[in-house]
């Protein structure tokens, strides 16, 4: 079966930085996304890597590794505005979006 | 008005009652969805539709109805629901279907609570 594995929750301070990772088993593979959801809020698009390598935006990045499965998303210089639930998703040879459960950010001053 | 809108925000309603979730987008994107979202699981898609035309129905019950009327709107007829039911409910649209940067833009989702 198609499976996204992601940490339920991670605690990180204020300033600080925090990686997420996402490991991913698919059917093929078209693309990787990760999107933020604040509470009671829609998901919004983050980043969507679809070759090996970083990707920066900002004090985001996205990583991606297709041999290995794997990707993370790096948050630096933490701000409270960055607590919210962050959602990885596979495109798998189907087009069809393969999500992870998300894993929830607190971020404590 | 941009963006992906949905209505009502909050919904509680009884076994036996009829109703409906709306989503309207003014983005120009040729296809939506109806996606469930219950806590800690993975975002389930229930629906697809691509210029208007439903082209996904993953297994769900048919106590779910979906309706586009046209390319910017989309309905969920709810009828006689399960307890199970509740959660929240996103609705989403995309450029289009079936190309691997597909972003979708979601609504802010529609809680719905059955008792």
């Known amino acids: 079966g198609q499976n996204i594995d992601q940490p339920t929750e991670m605690t990180a301070t204020e300033g600080a930085i925090v990686q997420i990772n996402c490991t991913y088993q698919?059917?093929?593979?078209?693309?990787l996304f990760w999107y933020q959801q604040h509470a009671g809020e829609a998901p919004t698009f983050l980043s969507y890597?679809?070759l090996d390598g970083l990707e920066e935006k900002g004090r985001f990045s996205s990583f991606l590794s297709r041999s290995k499965g794997y990707s993370y998303l790096l948050l630096k210089e933490l701000q409270m505005k960055d607590s919210a639930s962050y959602l990885c998703?596979?495109?798998?040879?189907?087009?069809?979006?393969?999500w992870g459960a998300g894993t929830k950010l607190i971020i404590k001053p | 008005e941009t963006g992906v809108t949905q209505t009502p925000r909050h919904l509680v309603m009884g076994m036996t009652n009829k109703k409906s979730l709306k989503c309207e987008q003014h983005?120009?994107?040729?296809?939506m969805y109806w996606y469930k979202q219950s806590a800690k699981k993975p975002l389930e898609l229930m629906f697809v539709?691509?210029?208007?035309?439903?082209?996904e129905n993953n297994s769900v019950p048919s106590r779910f109805s979906p309706e586009c009327p046209n390319s910017s709107h989309l309905f969920l007829h709810l009828h006689t629901l399960q307890p199970e039911d509740s959660a929240l409910y996103l609705c989403?649209?995309?450029?289009?279907?079936?190309?691997?940067?597909?972003?979708?833009?979601f609504g802010a989702g529609s809680r719905l609570t059955v008792l």
């Open positions: 989403a649209s995309s450029q289009d279907r079936g190309s691997g940067a597909n972003v979708l833009t």
């Open positions: 983005l120009g994107h040729n296809a």
């Open positions: 539709y691509n210029f208007k035309e439903q082209t």
């Open positions: 698919t059917s093929g593979f078209n693309g």
């Open positions: 890597n679809v």
């Open positions: 998703a596979v495109m798998d040879s189907n087009y069809q979006l393969i």
